[in-house]
T-cell receptor
Framework: KNQVEQSPQSLIILEGKNCTLQ??????????LRWYKQDTGRGPVSLTI?????NTKSNGRYTATLDADTKQSSLHITASQLSDSASYIC????????????FGKGTKLSVKP | DVKVTQSSRYLVKRTGEKVFLECVQD?????MFWYRQDPGLGLRLIYF???????EKGDIPEGYSVSREKKERFSLILESASTNQTSMYLC???????????????FGNGTRLTVT
């Protein structure tokens, strides 16, 4: 069964610290992996999209990595800010159509001053 | 910037009512989607459309229908609302690209529907 598992479910860190969120998937075939940020009360916003051949991709203080062999991805946030408080959702595309996206349940990150 | 606009942020309806949720995007995207988001379940696809008048069922289409008469507008219809349809509804759009399907989804800010 195609699944996307994220860990941890929730995380609290102090402002200025780094953190890493994990995403493991069992989706096959694999087309690409996406990370989205969802602020409370808003829709998700795309952070990165990585295809099979990409190991790492950055978007400002956000760096995503992908290991297609072990089917694992991580999202690293550097020098966290209060505005990073949000849910982070990992999404894997199984190809075929844009309707074939498998969503993780998200990691809720709280950054405290 | 792509803008996806959902007509209502909050909606309260009664059981059995017919409910229309409207979504408009301004970037000429071919694909449009309706998801629902529930705590602990993540986002689940209800319906999507890859062209005007075209629609495909997602994972949980029961109790819902959709309409796409114009490229920029995608409507979700709850034929007879029930309490288990209380949820956050998110509309999204994307470009229809080639075989790599790398186009990101652009989401609206959601409609929180309560059915009493």
């Amino acid at each position: 069964k195609n699944q996307v598992e994220q860990s941890p479910q929730s995380l609290i860190i102090l402002e200025g610290k780094n953190c890493t969120l994990q995403c493991n998937y069992t989706v096959s075939p694999f087309s690409n992996l996406r990370w989205y940020k969802q602020d409370t009360g808003r829709g998700p916003v795309s952070l990165t999209i990585m295809t099979f051949s990409e190991n790492t991709k950055s978007n400002g203080r956000y760096t995503a990595t992908l290991d297609a062999d072990t089917k694992q991805s991580s999202l690293h946030i550097t020098a966290s800010q209060l505005s990073d408080s949000a849910s982070y959702i990992c999404v894997v595309s199984g190809g075929g159509s844009q309707g074939n996206l498998i969503f993780g349940k998200g990691t809720k990150l709280s950054v405290k001053p | 910037d792509v803008k996806v606009t959902q007509s209502s942020r909050y909606l309260v309806k009664r059981t059995g009512e017919k409910v229309f949720l409207e979504c408009v995007q301004d970037m000429d995207h071919e694909n449009m989607f309706w998801y629902r988001q529930d705590p602990g379940l993540g986002l689940r696809l209800i319906y999507f459309s890859y062209d005007v008048k075209m629609k495909e069922k997602g994972d949980i289409p029961e109790g819902y229908s959709v309409s796409r008469e114009k490229k920029e507008r995608f409507s979700l219809i709850l034929e007879s609302a029930s309490t288990n349809q209380t949820s956050m509804y998110l509309c999204a759009s994307s470009l229809r690209t080639g075989s790599s399907y790398n186009s990101p989804l652009h989401f609206g800010n959601g409609t929180r529907l309560t059915v009493t």
